[in-house]
T-cell receptor
Framework: GAGVSQSPRYKVAKRGQDVALRCDPI?????LFWYQQALGQGPEFLTY????????KSGLPSDRFFAERPEGSVSTLKIQRTQQEDSAVYLC??????????????FGPGTRLLVL | GNSVTQMEGPVTLSEEAFLTINCTYT??????LFWYVQYPGEGLQLLLK?????DKGSNKGFEATYRKETTSFHLEKGSVQVSDSAVYFC??????????FGAGTRLFVKA
């Protein structure tokens, strides 16, 4: 079946612009995660949803970052007034449910954001 | 807090050589441990996982054993192939929530 999809795959923004990144999780997956991966680094957690509820947003680096999942499926990560340090690959992952230690997260291909 | 430390790369090996990529972790609670792989131009893929102490995860000839006493989860493969060239990430998750990743180790395998 279809995996996690993300759009756009590449985004170039001028400093100060707002951007919106979309994630389509695997159908039926309850949990959705956003990560930020800087060049040459491992992904870092941003936020997590269970259905439409945002249960953890401790990794969002500033109040310019906002994520939503209004109907419990598609999610959007919005970055307001982008800065150069926001340049990174933004990864979305989904998992079937949260059930102790067992769940596998499936990752999308990522959106590469470059802020000039 | 929770963290993962893995050996720095790049690691360069000849085909059929033995591979070890070291990974150690610190965690509160009882983490699950993972190895993810990122092939050139592709997204992160789960390679293997182990959910409790002494479990061995294995896939595609790769293995890693969850060692609680040494807080380690080293990745091994007996004979690497050129197609194994990729970036490998060690990671942990506590309670199935956010995953903490290491910085990644790039592997180059020469024919």
């Amino acid at each position: 079946g279809a995996g996690v999809s993300q759009s756009p795959r590449y985004k170039v923004a001028k400093r100060g612009q707002d951007v919106a990144l979309r994630c389509d999780p695997i159908s039926g997956h309850v949990s959705l995660f956003w990560y930020q991966q800087a060049l040459g680094q491992g992904p870092e957690f941003l936020t997590y949803f269970q259905n439409e509820a945002q249960l953890d947003k401790s990794g969002l680096p500033s109040d310019r970052f906002f994520a939503e999942r209004p109907e419990g499926s598609v999610s959007t990560l919005k970055i307001q007034r982008t800065q150069q340090e926001d340049s990174a690959v933004y990864l979305c992952a989904s998992s079937l449910r949260i059930d102790g230690h067992e769940e596998t997260q499936y990752f999308g291909p990522g959106t590469r954001l470059l802020v000039l | 807090g929770n963290s993962v430390t893995q050996m720095e790369g790049p690691v360069t090996l000849s085909e059929e050589a033995f591979l070890t990529i070291n990974c150690t972790y610190t965690a509160t609670g009882y983490p699950s441990l993972f190895w993810y792989v990122q092939y050139p131009g592709e997204g992160l893929q789960l390679l293997l996982k182990a959910t409790k102490a002494d479990d061995k995860g294995s896939n595609k000839g790769f293995e890693a054993t969850y060692r609680k006493e040494t807080t380690s989860f080293h990745l091994e493969k007996g004979s690497v192939q050129v197609s194994d060239s990729a970036v490998y990430f060690c990671a942990l998750s506590v309670g199935g929530f956010k995953t903490i990743f290491g910085a990644g180790t790039r592997l180059f395998v020469k024919a």
